[in-house]
């Protein structure tokens, strides 16, 4: 074993147990308050700065210093999941590390002693999110507001690919997760007996001729090469079989790549209530709001990436598209940087809850977060 493959198993042992510990202890978004201690812990021995930022849950930590600053994220946050793997270290809160964000921030806090090693060598600044609450898609709103990323000029993350095997990187330019939003209707009809209907205003019928109608939004009225989803999730009116209700309400989500194309399926949606409503002279209050904007990996960024990737020996492919969405979005859209997959080899998807993700390849996803943030650094000084 040489000099650095015996540094390379030794961080790969420390990593491993800070991952068995965060996957047993999940937190949910905004209340990650051990995960952060833990986090905190961990980054002071290493010596490593955390950053005033006034978070509540969550931290930011910088190596290095100067003005030219780039920055890595993962999140921190676990879902409300009961976890069914039978491993070990099973979480046994009834919340679940059911989307590897366990795997995310510890293999950031490998990069973060891997950068510190390399701090003397730095050509500027890493600053190191560790962001809350990315599932329920408002964290990198809160990390962005403290202002700490005004100064960088590039970002990068990661998120586990169930799919892929271990250590197998998926990076692709472009859109690569969907712009994502989520609808309500709610239908003001007149209720009465059922047998009287002319009497009522029936708030199920007109509720039905929207779903209907709705369902030629995509498939008749958006271009097939234009890829979207409009799911109506949860559907609710009545409560008997001689009543006619006063109200119908209704909720689902929206999903394409680019904000454009959400909002033009959005306001079709909203005509259809319109249309209804006229016809029906039921009142219909349709809301509608993105929770996210596409995931857009700068093309010549993904460039980058992938060969730093290749350099340490990783194989690349493209990245599989998601109609998922993810809120590192808000970060590319004020700054530019790329978002890519690693595998995990995971027996079941992401948000189920036998997923696994598997820590083998823990210390490789530091040290390619390390070189990435490294080499962005050298080759932004190159231009400067
Ligand atoms: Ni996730």
């Given at each position: 074993m040489n000099e650095e493959t015996a540094i390379g198993s030794a961080l790969q042992e420390t990593l491993a147990a800070h991952f068995k510990w965060f996957h047993s202890h999940p937190e949910l978004g905004h209340h990650e308050r051990e995960t952060t201690a833990r986090i905190r812990n961990i980054l002071m021995d290493a010596g490593v700065k955390i950053l005033d930022?006034?978070?509540?849950?969550g931290l930011v930590a910088r190596v290095g210093g100067g003005e030219m600053v780039v920055a890595l994220r993962c999140d921190i946050d676990a879902l409300p999941i009961a976890e069914a793997?039978?491993?070990?270290?099973?979480?046994?809160?009834?919340?679940?590390?059911a989307c590897g964000h366990d795997f995310h921030l510890t293999s950031m806090l490998g990069a973060a002693m891997l950068l510190k090693q390399r701090e003397s060598r730095l050509m500027g600044a890493v600053k190191l999110i560790f962001q809350p609450a990315e599932e329920t898609v408002n964290g990198a709103i809160s990390v962005l507001a403290s202002g700490v990323?005004?100064?960088?000029a590039e970002i990068y993350g990661l998120h586990t690919a169930?799919?892929?095997?271990?250590?197998m990187i998926g990076v692709s330019p472009g859109a690569v997760y969907a712009a994502v939003g989520s609808f309500t209707i709610r239908i003001h009809g007149k209720g009465g007996?059922?047998?009287?209907?002319?009497?009522c205003r029936d708030p199920i019928v007109a509720l039905s001729q929207i779903i209907g109608a709705a369902?030629?939004?995509?498939?008749?009225?958006?271009?097939?090469?234009d890829s979207a989803v409009l799911s109506f999730t949860h559907v609710e009116s009545g409560n008997t079989w001689n009543i006619i209700p006063e109200e119908a309400f209704a909720e689902g989500t929206i999903r394409a790549f680019g904000t454009d194309r959400f909002n033009a399926i959005m306001e079709r949606l909203a005509r259809v209530c319109k249309g209804v409503e006229e016809t029906s002279g039921i009142q219909i209050d349709f809301q509608c709001e993105l929770n996210a904007p596409a995931v857009n990996n700068d093309a010549e960024l993904v460039e980058f990436v992938k060969r730093t990737a290749q350099e340490l020996g990783f194989k690349t492919v493209p990245s599989s598209q998601t109609m998922g969405g993810e809120d590192f979005a808000f970060y590319l859209e004020r700054i530019r940087g790329v978002f890519w997959n690693i595998g995990v080899a995971s027996p079941e998807p992401a948000h189920n809850p036998r997923f696994v993700a598997n820590p083998a390849a823990l210390d490789t996803a530091s040290a390619l977060l390390a070189s990435i943030a490294e080499k962005s650094l050298k080759r932004l000084r190159s231009i400067e």
């Open positions: 930022t006034g978070l509540k849950t793997t039978g491993l070990d270290y099973a979480s046994k809160n009834g919340c679940m590390h990323l005004d100064d960088v169930p799919d892929m095997p271990v250590s007996h059922a047998a009287h209907p002319h009497e369902q030629t939004i995509v498939s008749r009225q958006t271009s097939p090469f």
